[in-house]
């Protein structure tokens, strides 16, 4: 009988031993390495973000008006996202890009892990697995040293409190909505906070009853409110339904419609889940499949969503497959584990590779009195010209620009030389720093008797005029 009860204790502490080793890998181990590979520097807008840190920090301000780029300078600026350039420009300060690697990885540790906790309970450890797995998967092609990834944290916390307290039967309470303060003034995402509100809230009023609307409606005022304490007020609320309305979007990689070709991984979790769902015959509320509905279709439409979507999902969708769910994984083991690895991480030296995105020797290249002259620039080497304290035609502030700006410039990188000569005459514009991507352009810039070419390498070329 003694050997019979040890025999179990070993089994039950290798079991335990197991499931601590699954979770430091799962909730751990993955994010650190999404969050501190070399790709998160693969956008050329991650160099504007830290310039507008910066900025910030040296002027003790938020800028109202652009105060980086000569084509709109002085135009109105609305930066929805200041807080989160403070953060990551704190990083770069401190440990240069280790340091926002860092950051980058303490998000999605933080992702990971509000996700994991809340599922835990809720759900088998194989779901619950399973879940992290899809989620940071389709998440993968998304993680760049950008704001919205500190925003992630953010929307999986909203909905799982939502979540908690619909489950109670009632709102959550009023200081919640702080968390709302800090979305506001990370990332424009926090548009998502309204719907997500509206579907829970419906569910539970329609489990529980209608005698807690007068409730949900003060919760949602609150959330208003708490949506409006942002840098830019009522014009920052509105930001995001204006950004989404613009003409110019079809012409950004990441407003772009979700296809099998950009985002295959995407599309495959995404028919797999549905099809492993009627399987099971999982039921959901009205509130929660209008909001899935709702999301999925902003996914398709503009494949930077997939994010927000897939994050809401994560929430949602494993608490209703019936399982044996049970708990015991220590959010002390995970700060233990994280602790260490963070500062490893902001200890070793990091450098981004040589990219479109990251032009080091294509900028240096360029001469100091050639600097300070107007430039045509590709877009994805924007941020870079800022970070170098060059003043660029246009970067990845596409809506302070406008659609009519914007949508001159794709066809003046498309070839069209009239367009150029204009802008050129314009903006007296001395010479162009084009990735290799805009081949029509530097061809003709090539052939033509008024433009030569100083300098190329395997990322882009710079001409200057005669």
Same mark, same amino acid.
């Given at each position: 009988?003694?050997?019979?009860?040890? !025999?179990?204790?070993?089994?039950?502490?290798?079991?335990?031993?197991?499931?601590?080793?699954?979770?430091?890998?799962?909730?751990?181990?993955?994010?650190?390495?999404?969050?501190?590979?070399?790709?998160?520097?693969?956008?050329?807008?991650?160099?504007?973000?830290?310039?507008?840190?910066?900025?910030?920090? /040296?002027?003790?301000?938020?800028?109202?008006?652009?105060? &980086? !780029?000569?084509?709109?300078?002085?135009?109105?600026? %609305?930066?929805?996202?200041?807080?989160?350039?403070? %953060?990551?420009?704190?990083?770069?300060? =401190?440990?240069?890009?280790?340091?926002?690697?860092?950051?980058?990885?303490?998000?999605?540790?933080?992702?990971?892990?509000?996700?994991?906790?809340?599922?835990?309970?809720?759900? !088998?450890?194989?779901?619950?697995?399973?879940?992290?797995?899809?989620?940071?998967?389709?998440?993968?092609?998304? @993680?760049?040293?950008?704001?919205?990834?500190?925003?992630?944290? #953010?929307?999986?916390?909203?909905?799982?409190? #939502?979540?908690?307290?619909?489950?109670?039967?009632?709102?959550?309470?009023?200081?919640?909505?702080?968390?709302?303060?800090?979305?506001?003034?990370?990332?424009?995402?926090? *548009?998502?906070?309204?719907?997500?509100?509206?579907?829970?809230?419906?569910?539970?009023?329609?489990?529980?009853?209608?005698? /807690?609307?007068?409730?949900?409606?003060?919760?949602?005022?609150?959330?208003?409110?708490?949506?409006?304490?942002?840098?830019?007020?009522?014009?920052?609320?509105?930001?995001?339904?204006?950004?989404?309305?613009?003409?110019?979007?079809?012409?950004?990689?990441?407003?772009?419609?979700?296809? %099998?070709?950009?985002?295959?991984? &995407?599309?495959?979790?995404?028919?797999?889940?549905?099809? *492993?769902?009627?399987?099971?015959?999982?039921?959901?509320?009205?509130?929660?499949?209008?909001?899935?509905?709702?999301?999925?279709?902003?996914?398709?439409?503009?494949?930077?969503?997939?994010?927000?979507?897939? =994050?809401?999902? *994560?929430?949602?969708?494993?608490?209703?497959?019936?399982?044996?769910?049970?708990?015991?994984?220590?959010? /002390?083991?995970?700060?233990?584990?994280?602790?260490?690895?963070?500062?490893?991480?902001?200890?070793?030296?990091?450098?981004?590779?040589?990219?479109?995105?990251?032009?080091?020797?294509?900028?240096?290249?360029?001469?100091?009195?050639?600097?300070?002259?107007?430039?045509?620039?590709?877009?994805?080497?924007?941020?870079?010209?800022?970070?170098?304290?060059?003043?660029?035609?246009?970067?990845?502030?596409?809506?302070?620009?406008?659609?009519?700006? @914007?949508?001159?410039?794709?066809?003046?990188?498309?070839?069209?030389?009239?367009? &150029?000569?204009?802008?050129?005459?314009?903006?007296?514009?001395?010479? /162009?720093?084009?990735?290799?991507?805009?081949?029509?352009?530097?061809?003709?810039?090539?052939?033509?008797?008024?433009?030569?070419?100083?300098?190329?390498?395997?990322?882009?070329? %710079?001409?200057?005029?005669?």
């Amino acid at each position: 009988m003694k050997q019979t009860s040890q !025999s179990i204790r070993r089994s039950a502490n290798r079991l335990v031993l197991i499931r601590d080793t699954i979770f430091i890998g799962i909730v751990l181990g993955l994010p650190f390495g999404l969050g501190t590979a070399p790709a998160i520097f693969r956008d050329g807008d991650v160099s504007w973000h830290l310039a507008a840190g910066k900025w910030i920090l /040296t002027n003790a301000r938020i800028p109202m008006a652009d105060p &980086f !780029s000569f084509s709109a300078a002085g135009h109105r600026w %609305i930066d929805t996202e200041w807080l989160a350039e403070i %953060i990551y420009a704190l990083g770069f300060e =401190i440990a240069g890009y280790a340091g926002v690697a860092a950051i980058v990885a303490a998000t999605l540790i933080a992702l990971n892990a509000i996700v994991f906790f809340f599922l835990e309970r809720r759900a !088998s450890f194989p779901l619950l697995l399973i879940a992290l797995l899809t989620m940071d998967v389709v998440l993968a092609p998304f @993680v760049l040293a950008r704001p919205h990834v500190l925003a992630w944290p #953010l929307l999986a916390g909203w909905t799982i409190i #939502l979540l908690k307290y619909a489950e109670k039967g009632r709102p959550p309470p009023l200081w919640s909505v702080l968390i709302l303060v800090g979305w506001a003034n990370l990332h424009a995402s926090f *548009a998502l906070a309204a719907p997500i509100a509206i579907a829970l809230g419906l569910d539970c009023m329609i489990a529980e009853g209608w005698q /807690t609307l007068r409730q949900w409606v003060t919760f949602g005022a609150a959330s208003l409110a708490a949506l409006l304490l942002n840098a830019n007020g009522v014009a920052g609320w509105v930001q995001p339904f204006h950004i989404s309305g613009l003409e110019m979007l079809s012409v950004i990689g990441e407003w772009q419609a979700a296809s %099998i070709q950009n985002t295959p991984v &995407f599309f495959v979790v995404l028919i797999a889940g549905t099809g *492993a769902l009627l399987r099971l015959g999982v039921r959901v509320p009205i509130g929660r499949l209008c909001l899935l509905l709702t999301t999925l279709s902003m996914a398709l439409l503009h494949v930077r969503h997939e994010s927000a979507f897939i =994050i809401i999902a *994560a929430c949602i969708l494993p608490p209703l497959v019936p399982s044996d769910a049970t708990a015991g994984s220590s959010p /002390t083991l995970l700060l233990l584990g994280a602790v260490p690895l963070l500062l490893v991480r902001m200890l070793l030296p990091l450098s981004p590779p040589e990219s479109r995105s990251n032009p080091w020797h294509l900028l240096a290249a360029a001469p100091r009195g050639l600097r300070e002259q107007p430039v045509f620039n590709s877009y994805s080497f924007g941020g870079p010209l800022i970070l170098a304290g060059i003043r660029p035609y246009i970067d990845g502030r596409a809506e302070m620009y406008g659609d009519p700006f @914007v949508l001159d410039y794709k066809k003046i990188v498309d070839g069209d030389m009239i367009r &150029f000569d204009r802008a050129v005459d314009h903006y007296h514009i001395r010479w /162009t720093v084009l990735s290799n991507d805009d081949s029509k352009l530097i061809k003709n810039l090539d052939s033509s008797p008024e433009w030569r070419r100083l300098y190329s390498d395997q990322v882009g070329v %710079i001409h200057v005029r005669k």
